[in-house]
């Protein structure tokens, strides 16, 4: 199997717990710090603009409230999506999809996106999500990493632009993780550390498929975790965890 070839070390939701999640200031201060990957959450406003945000709702990482899927991206401009973080942060936007791609490419920094459907629109947004990165990192030398934990939206990116790699996200790795990873084809696992067990990882990578592990906050296990053959950690302590760790 070809080796893993994105960064090993990858900040959660941009900036991990040095920056607001989701926001064009934690993939700046990512890259400040000199990591070279870095995952986000891509949610569908209510006019079906591609946009960084984790929660189905405003309310818990913005000056707003409401559901996301019934506000439109205009609606959300004027929106403090910085102020819950730091005061540092104040009037930090909600970026879309477009301006994170953007700034990804400008910065040199690779993506993992996590498609992150409100219900009912697992299939929207997969098929939104992948046209965009399609166009945003045309012609860039690495393209990103598209994955969910939704198999009907994995899906959707699949038939809209297949090209693009996808990974299979999940808490614990189910008995038939090699059948639905096939049906999606994708080409790597994405899995809750701590249900990690070695024996699951020597499995995953011996089928030939790449494995990521979340969320990992220390140091010691994320020695542990490589020397079982993980490929790949997304944490949120840049503090602690360097790009360049080993």
Not at 44 to 49: C, E, F, Q
Not at 157 to 167: D, H, K, S, T, Y
Not at 168 to 190: E, F, N, R, Y
Request: charged share 20%; with cysteine.
């Amino acid at each position: 199997m070809k080796p893993w070839p994105y960064p090993r070390i990858i900040a959660h939701r941009g900036g991990g717990t040095l920056a607001p999640e989701n926001t064009l200031a934690g993939m700046r201060k990512a890259k400040q710090l000199g990591f070279a990957g870095v995952e986000f959450d891509v949610m569908l406003a209510g006019d079906a603009t591609p946009i960084l945000m984790h929660d189905e709702t405003l309310a818990r990482t913005t000056s707003g409230s409401g559901a996301i899927a019934a506000t439109a991206y205009r609606d959300m401009l004027t929106l403090d999506a910085g102020s819950w973080f730091s005061a540092q942060h104040a009037g930090e936007p909600v970026p879309s999809f477009e301006q994170a791609g953007r700034l990804c490419v400008e910065l040199g920094l690779w993506a993992d996106i996590e498609i992150k459907p409100s219900k009912g629109f697992e299939a929207q947004t997969g098929t939104a999500a992948a046209r965009a990165a399609r166009e945003l990192w045309r012609g860039a030398a690495v393209q990103p990493l598209l994955c969910s934990f939704q198999p009907a939206a994995l899906a959707a990116a699949r038939e809209a632009v297949p090209e693009l790699p996808r990974g299979g996200l999940t808490q614990t790795i189910p008995a038939d993780w090699k059948h639905w990873m096939q049906k999606l084809g994708c080409v790597s696992l994405h899995c809750d550390y701590r249900m990690l067990l070695p024996q699951q990882a020597r499995a995953v990578r011996e089928a030939g498929y790449w494995l990521l592990c979340y969320t990992v906050n220390d140091p010691e296990t994320a020695r542990v975790l490589l020397d079982w053959g993980v490929d790949a950690i997304v944490t949120d302590r840049l503090d602690l965890i360097a790009p360049d760790f080993s």
